[in-house]
């Protein structure tokens, strides 16, 4: 039984139990009210065979030893006697439960049922009204049951139909009610079921929650946007270390091939050696920075870091790009010391990409400087290719998307769209930001990088 009811689907045990419920309550209000309705039945039947024996007894006259008695007008299925000493004095002979009533003389007043007969029955016992004590006969009157019983029969059924049409009336509305309340849980079933891992953006979307369905709406609404936007934290960092580790990747390809093309001396290995690992602490630093950005616990971890340095440090890790792309990258040092207060990983995970966006598009000259500007450290990055148009210097910052002269450059400018908005983020979580406008060398664009100074 509990395994079968556990099966039941909450719907399916909510009718249950308010079928159960309005069963349990009907059921006791029908058998209290037939309880109520047979009491009352009785006592009206006592009450009229009380006055039916007493007008009798008031209406009844003795002279002498003699009676004299009324002739009333009887309502139908009544009866009424007189005995006297074991003889019947005033009533019928061969009338229904005359001898029980017979029986009766010389008791005390009382009630008694003749089942077989339908007749209920009272005796009055009479004394002398002087003394009070000579008994001097009994009164019996009887009444005809049939009309009470003939009720109660139809009343017992009458409400036993009734409980039962309710029954069913309350079953078919609830099941309405229920069916209607669970309308949008069934719904949201089917739309959960039909969601696959690319839809990040549905949702139940059921408006402002009125009741506890669409407060769970709500509810998982808001969890369903917190777990899209951990699983676009987790794309999106899974893209930005792909496209952040594609140059050392590259650097490291371009010196293992160059150094088993023939034969070399010990000292270009252990340049080249040196290459990759320098390389690979570029890729674990890279990793590194991208997964405390990743995190997004309010700003990059702080630090100092020397902005020339940076800069030749970035030109450096481009080299096999520029190369690539026949494209010379100038640093432009700046005047005097100018110390940046981001750490130098974070410094040069902001500044490659755009560096790197400017390599693709220039057509032969990428030119990189910095300088100080009160609180902050400008980095610039300019180059002679076909520019940024006015429409799109916001639209290249977003993920995936990927400008004008990426689509005209064709293959020379392969790129997930993923740099630019990587700089732009990293940048303002290090207090700074990354903007476009035209350029001063050619009709190129000129990137700025802004960061505090340290």
């Keep these: 039984m509990k395994r079968w009811f556990a099966r039941m689907g909450v719907r399916d045990r909510l009718l249950l139990a308010v079928l159960a419920t309005v069963a349990v309550a009907l059921i006791a209000m029908t058998v209290l009210f037939n309880l109520l309705l047979s009491v009352s039945l009785n006592k009206d039947i006592d009450d009229r065979l009380e006055a039916m024996a007493h007008d009798f007894n008031h209406a009844m006259k003795e002279m002498d030893g003699e009676y004299e008695f009324p002739n009333p007008d009887r309502e139908p299925g009544s009866l009424i006697w007189f005995f006297s000493q074991g003889r019947t004095v005033y009533g019928p002979v061969n009338a229904p439960a005359a001898d029980v009533a017979k029986s009766l003389d010389g008791q005390a007043s009382q009630y008694l049922d003749v089942p077989e007969e339908e007749v209920r029955l009272f005796s009055l016992a009479l004394v002398d009204r002087e003394t009070n004590k000579i008994r001097i006969g009994t009164i019996v009157a009887a009444l005809s049951t049939v009309s009470y019983s003939r009720t109660q029969r139809i009343t017992l059924l009458a409400t036993t139909a009734l409980t039962a049409v309710l029954l069913i009336i309350v ?99 252990q340049e080249a050696l040196s290459s990759v690992a320098d390389s690979a602490d570029q890729m674990a630093r890279t990793v590194e920075t991208l997964l405390a950005a990743a995190q997004e616990e ?157």
Aim: hydrophobic share 40%; proline share 4%; aromatic share 4%.
């Design 171 to 269: 079953g078919f509305v609830g099941r309405w009610v229920l069916n209607a309340a669970f309308r949008p849980v069934a719904k949201m079933t089917a739309e959960a079921e039909a969601w696959s891992t690319a839809d990040l953006d549905r949702r139940f979307d059921m408006g402002e929650p009125h009741d506890e369905v669409t407060q769970l709406a709500r509810t998982l609404d808001g969890m369903l946007d917190r777990l899209a936007a951990g699983l676009r934290r987790e794309q999106r960092f899974s893209a930005e270390v792909s496209h952040q580790l594609r140059t050392p990747l590259a650097k490291i390809k371009a010196e293992a091939e160059l150094a088993l093309r023939r034969q070399r001396d010990p000292a270009y290995y």
């Design 298 to 454: 309010g700003s990059l971890a702080r630090g100092r870091a020397d902005a020339g340095r940076v800069l030749e440090d970035v030109a450096k890790s481009v080299g096999v790009l520029a190369a690539e792309n026949s494209v010379h990258v100038q640093v432009q040092a700046p005047t005097g010391s100018i110390r940046v207060g981001v750490g130098a990983d974070i410094v040069l995970q902001i500044i490659q990409p755009v560096v790197e966006n400017a390599c693709r598009f220039a057509k032969s000259r990428v030119l990189l400087g910095a300088v100080r500007n009160g609180k902050e450290v400008l980095f610039t990055v300019e180059d002679d290719g076909p520019g940024v148009s006015e429409d799109e210097k916001e639209r290249i910052f977003e993920p995936g998307v990927r400008g004008t002269a990426a689509e005209t450059k064709g293959s020379a400018s392969r790129g997930a769209g993923l740099g630019l908005p990587l700089a732009r983020r990293l940048a303002r979580m290090a207090s700074g930001d990354v903007e476009v406008g035209p350029g001063t060398i050619g009709a190129g664009a000129k990137f700025t990088v802004r960061l505090p100074t340290g």
